[in-house]
């Protein structure tokens, strides 16, 4: 496989590709015969209504959940994410909704929580420099990474969760609702971090349920529903197609609107003429 200069394989190269994944819960079958394909420096949004199998999807390639079949291959070699370690060690880095910071914490202690032992080994200003570095690297506006969790904003957060994420240089990143309770200014800050983080490089994979999110930052926009794949759009898909997409229905009240909208300007003009 090419890899760039950053050890990461080559702009538009498959770094992960699913091949008929199902995942079953004794009787209940929460995904089926999934496909799913991430190339480096591209983002892949997954969406779907509540309970399309998006986070059962999520928790297989974070190594929570195993599959009951289908093949996982990652950088071209099949692969067993049978544990969550191992999906770290694979360089499959995962920032759920919840975050997992410890608001009386300090940037530089939560970027390094649980990797203090390696290779900078509790030595305060190498995890310093190493922090400053990453951040400016996202140009993050996180005012001082001595600054507790406490204190900083919603977007900030999420800059904080994913700059920790990246700190084991993973080849891909899932992230899950990022801009969920977000005001405007954040969502835009966290979005245009998602856009630096693919140009790094990186797969990125993100879970979301506001379009507008999705068509900002999405290369392509897979659709779920009920547990099976259900089409895959450009950024450019009209709301109706995507709405039908999600729910199944063609005949939704944004189609219904259009089709009020399309009625409505036939008729001024038609009275035009």
């Known amino acids: 496989m090419q890899r760039n200069d950053n050890g990461l394989p080559t702009k538009g ?35 779907g209504d509540n309970g399309a199998g998006k986070s059962t999807l999520i928790k297989v390639l974070a190594g929570v959940h195993q599959p009951s079949s ?22 499959i880095a995962t920032v759920f909704q919840d975050l997992a910071l410890c608001e009386n914490l300090d940037v530089v202690a939560n970027l390094f929580l649980g990797h203090e032992m390696s290779p900078w080994n509790l030595d305060e200003v190498a995890m310093e420099v190493r922090a400053w570095t990453l951040l400016r690297e996202l140009a993050a506006r996180i005012p001082s990474v001595r600054e507790p969790i406490a204190s900083l904003s919603g977007g900030q957060r999420q ?14 990143i899932m992230l899950d609702e990022p801009t969920a309770a977000l005001g405007v200014a954040q969502t835009a800050e966290v979005l245009n971090l998602i856009e630096r983080v693919r140009e790094r ?4 994979i993100i879970i979301s349920h506001n379009m507008e999110d999705v068509r900002a930052v999405a290369d392509r926009i897979v ?12 950024p450019d898909a009209s709301n109706q197609e995507l709405v039908a997409s999600i729910t199944g229905a063609t005949e939704n009240a944004v189609s219904r609107r259009i089709g009020r909208k399309t009625g409505e300007q036939a008729e001024h003009g038609g009275s035009h003429a």
Do not use: M, W, Y
Request: proline share 2%; net charge neutral.
């Open 201 to 204: 490089g990186l797969g990125v």
């Open 70 to 91: 289908g093949r996982i291959e990652f950088c071209g070699q099949e692969v067993s994410l049978d544990s969550p370690s191992r999906a770290l060690e694979l360089g």
């Open 159 to 172: 800059t904080v969760a994913i700059a920790r994420s990246l700190l084991l240089d993973p080849k891909i």
């Open 223 to 234: 659709v779920l529903r009920l547990g099976k794949n259900n089409g895959v759009f450009t």
């Open 13 to 47: 190269t498959t770094i992960l590709k699913l091949s008929n994944v199902s995942k079953n819960f004794g009787a209940v079958s929460a995904l089926t015969d999934i496909e799913l394909e991430v190339k480096a420096g591209e983002v892949v949004a997954l969406v």
